[in-house]
C-alpha cells in the first residue's frame, strides 16, 4: 500500500540542491515585487536543473502562491559560455571520431543547450500555461499571476504535496490496500497523461526534428497528432 506510493515518489524525485535559502530568496522577490508576496515555509517547494519554486502568500488578495524563478547560478550568458566551452572539448576530439558522430555529438550540444535556454525564460512558461489552460478539458490548470524580472508567480493548485499525503497517512496510522495505492497512482498518471494530450489534438498537424527524444513519439501515438519531419541544418552565423 504505503510503501508502493512512496517507493514511486523516490524514484521521480528531483535530487537537484536548491541556490537560495527561503531567506534570499525572498529578498529576490522583494527586489521586484515589493511587499506584496510573503514567502512561506522553511524550503523550497520544488527544485529543478534550472529553476526552483516557493510557496508564498499574495498579501493582496490572501491567497497562496508559489513562485518560480530561475537558479542564481544560472543565466542565459552563463549558458552560452557553457556550450562554447563543450563545443570547444568537442572540437578537440573531431580528429578522433567518425564524421557523423561528430556531427550527431554537435546537435545534440545544440539542441539540448537550445533547450535549456528556453527554460530560462519564464515567460514562455507563462504563456505556455495559457495555453494549457485554454485546451484543458478534465482537468483544471493555474493560472499565472504576475512575470516579472524572470520570477514567474502562479496559483497554487488545490490539494497537497504528494509526499505530505503519505505522511498524512502515517501520522493518522491509515493504511492503504494494494488495491488504493494502485488506483492512486494510476489517478496521479492519469492526471500527468491529460496534460501532456491537452495540447496537441487529434489530427493537429506539429513540426517535429528527425532525432527528437522517443517521448516525443510516444506523445505524438498517444495523441493521434500528426508529425511533420524535418531535419534542420544548424546556422553558423
Keep these: 500500500g504505503i510503501n508502493a506510493v512512496n517507493d514511486f515518489l523516490n524514484k521521480y524525485k528531483s535530487s537537484c540542491p536548491p541556490s537560495r535559502t527561503v531567506k534570499e530568496a525572498q529578498k529576490f522577490v522583494s527586489g521586484t515585487y515589493g511587499n506584496r508576496f510573503t514567502l512561506k515555509g522553511d524550503k523550497p517547494l ?10 508564498a502568500k499574495d498579501n493582496e488578495t490572501g491567497n497562496d502562491v508559489v513562485i518560480k524563478m530561475v537558479k542564481k547560478w544560472v543565466s542565459l550568458d552563463k549558458l552560452k559560455k557553457d556550450k562554447e566551452n563543450m563545443l ?13 558522430e561528430y556531427d550527431y555529438q554537435r546537435k545534440l550540444v545544440d539542441e539540448l543547450y537550445g533547450a535549456w535556454s528556453k527554460e530560462v ?35 497554487k493548485a488545490n490539494g497537497v504535496q504528494f509526499d505530505k499525503f503519505t505522511q498524512y497517512l502515517k501520522d493518522n496510522n491509515v493504511k492503504l490496500t494494494k488495491d488504493e495505492a494502485g488506483d492512486l497512482l494510476r489517478s496521479y498518471v492519469q492526471v500527468f497523461f491529460e496534460q501532456l494530450l491537452s495540447v ?34 544548424r546556422i553558423e552565423d
Excluded at 520544488?46 to 510557496?55: H, K, N, P, R, S
Excluded at 485554454?134 to 504576475?146: D, F, G, R
Excluded at 513540426?207 to 541544418?233: D, F, K, M, Q, Y
Aim: proline share 5%; hydrophobic share 40%.
Design 46 to 55: 520544488g527544485v529543478g536543473t534550472i529553476a526552483e519554486t516557493f510557496l
Design 200 to 233: 496537441p489534438k487529434k489530427g493537429q498537424k506539429v513540426i517535429v526534428n528527425r532525432n527528437c527524444h522517443r517521448s516525443i513519439l510516444t506523445g505524438l501515438i498517444i495523441s493521434g497528432a500528426e508529425p511533420i519531419w524535418v531535419c534542420p541544418n
Design 121 to 155: 525564460d519564464l515567460k514562455l512558461e507563462a504563456e505556455a500555461a495559457k495555453t494549457l489552460g485554454k485546451y484543458a478539458v478534465n482537468y483544471n490548470t493555474v493560472s499565472p499571476v504576475a512575470v516579472k524580472n524572470n520570477i514567474f508567480v502562479m496559483e
Design 88 to 100: 570547444k572539448s568537442l572540437e578537440r576530439m573531431k580528429d578522433k571520431i567518425k564524421p557523423d
